[in-house]
């Protein structure tokens, strides 16, 4: 199906903002730096599965930064349902971060394409409450193809769907005098599921939250 005007805007858009930025250097987000019960290797899309008030989207920008810091490229923050709140993502916005704003859910997914297969890009951030098994798969292609990183925010109501992420994070809030946040993996295509972490931030902090894994018995 050919383009749209707004689609050709949108990938017009993200090309001219990456002319300045060096190809990213594929880089997979280990486990215990990205505070995860496991790694995310190059080139793969990730699911977070969560409530938006869960802390998903601080652990999604946390993994982006890691890859971003170790291996060069820009991120793309891709937000139709005006997810970002700039100032409380300020530690996460660097003079390279590319918003994007697709108006409709078509667009949406065309930005998502287009920016996991940019070679300039290390990470890809936002929410996608609906995507087909088709289109889901497409995202993955384009993530293989470039060694970016897709890292997708969906509704829990999704768990158990077909889906061709590489793995899916369950997100629950956990009872603290932090943001406690358990992450388990629900879905993985090595079939390694079960695996969990609790990890805590303070919330208020107004800088770079510093997570920590703590015992899951804590």
């Known amino acids: 199906m050919p383009a749209t005007p707004r689609q050709h805007e949108l ?6 903002q990456l002319r300045a930025v060096a190809p990213a250097r594929p880089i997979a987000i280990e486990a215990e730096r990205g505070c ?8 793969a ?3 977070f599965l969560a409530d938006r008030s869960s802390g998903a989207l601080t652990l999604a920008l946390l993994a982006a930064r890691e890859a971003r810091a170790r291996g060069g490229g820009a991120l793309v923050l891709i937000d139709r349902a005006g997810l970002f709140y700039p100032p409380g993502i300020a530690w996460a916005i660097t003079p390279d971060t590319i918003l994007l704003h697709p108006q409709t859910a078509r667009d949406e997914l065309w930005a998502w394409r287009e920016a996991l297969a940019c070679p300039g890009v290390s990470a890809v951030v936002g ?4 995507v087909a098994p088709k289109a889901s798969r497409s995202l993955q292609l384009a993530a293989e193809a470039s060694g970016a990183v897709g890292l997708i925010l969906r509704p829990t109501t ?5 889906s061709w992420a590489h ?10 005098r932090l943001r406690r946040v358990k992450v388990e993996v629900t879905h993985s295509i090595d079939q390694r599921t079960g695996a969990q972490v609790f990890v805590e931030w303070d ?3 107004e800088q770079l939250p510093t997570p920590r894994v703590v015992p899951v018995a804590a």
């Open 11 to 16: 990938v017009s858009h993200l090309r001219e």
């Open 36 to 43: 995860l019960p496991t790694a995310i290797p190059a080139g």
């Open 45 to 47: 899309c990730v699911e």
């Open 127 to 130: 929410e996608l409450a609906r």
């Open 158 to 162: 999704v768990r158990g769907h077909p």
């Open 167 to 176: 793995t899916q994070f369950l997100v629950t809030a956990s009872p603290g």
């Open 203 to 205: 919330d208020a902090a």
